[in-house]
């Protein structure tokens, strides 16, 4: 009887752990895309100009964090594919995240560009990613704090003005290839951040798939 008992609770534990592995493809690969990060600068003449140098250090966190964050759990996997020279693929990704935004939707809509290459990868399971948000230089953002304040006097603190030093938007779709099923639509935003710190990407990263993934 206890013998009956054991195996019964055992049961318990083990039928959920395979349901969730089939669910979310523990027991597959995913495969993502390299991340797309747009970050800007916004220079001391409040111009905002493109910042590759933050995007491409961005990108080398998320990949970092990917890594560390699916680690012993999950075999996940960069698809070799540079989507900033496709623009018919990036448009595609921008349109996607565009529309996700504002619609809740479970399955995935048809991709032109970006469909023809899913269908080169051997796996079901999908990632897209895109990072995007602005960094400062120092001299703008001395300026916009003097003037913060300089209101905040004039308003005799009714009103309190302060400028976000940096931003990190992270987006995120890991989608079922052969479905079109969404699994994961999540979405995560951080002020006054680091965009190339590894502590704020992981911690972003961790938001963003812990609902999913639980860990």
Known sequence: MKKLFSIIILGLFILPINSQTRIFGFADTIYYIKPIS??????????????????????????EGYKSFFSNRINVKELEYDLITDTCALSDLRNMFNY?????????PPLFCLDSIFNQVNSNYILLSLSSGFTRTKENYRSSMAKGFFISALTLGSYVSVPYEST???RVVLFNKQTRQIILSNNCKMVDCDPDGQKDIDDQIRKVFKPAFGK
């Open 38 to 63: 747009y970050y800007f600068l916004i220079s001391s003449n409040k111009e905002f100009k493109p910042d590759s140098s933050m995007s491409n250090r961005n990108v080398k966190c998320l990949n």
């Open 168 to 170: 990190i938007d992270l």
């Open 100 to 108: 996700t935004s504002w619609k809740s939707i479970e399955v995935m």
